[in-house]
Nanobody
Framework: QVQLVESGGGLVQAGKSLRLSCVCS????????MGWYRQAPGKQREFIAA???????NYADSVKGRFTISRDGAKNTVYLQMNSVRAEDTAVYYC????????WGQGTQVTVSS
């Protein structure tokens, strides 16, 4: 059983920064890809950022240059650094871990006030 626990969400002003954390119950290097997704009210869940076992990263165009995904293997933790946040970044943010199977956290709410 894999558990992913997100934290770090909250209310933040537009233009400010926020860092999300995702702690995994086992080594993050056991997964092909670790990533972040988000879901805004009334919208589908969308891809935000991912990091592979080799350390390659990929970002959605909407966050490229503002968000950074990173990891700390010793802490089994993946981070999402969110800079210059915008009102449209408001959503529930989910951590994702992929092998052939997909695992999800419970999500953390991020609300950006303009």
């Amino acid at each position: 059983q894999v558990q992913l626990v997100e934290s770090g969400g909250g209310l933040v002003q537009a233009g400010k920064s926020l860092r999300l954390s995702c702690v995994c119950s086992r080594s993050i290097f056991g997964f092909n890809i670790m990533g972040w997704y988000r879901q805004a009210p009334g919208k589908q869940r969308e891809f935000i950022a991912a990091i592979t076992t080799a350390g390659s990263t990929n970002y959605a165009d909407s966050v490229k240059g503002r968000f950074t995904i990173s990891r700390d293997g010793a802490k089994n933790t993946v981070y999402l650094q969110m800079n210059s946040v915008r009102a449209e970044d408001t959503a529930v943010y989910y951590c994702n871990a992929q092998t052939p199977s997909n695992f999800w956290g419970q999500g953390t709410q991020v609300t950006v006030s303009s």
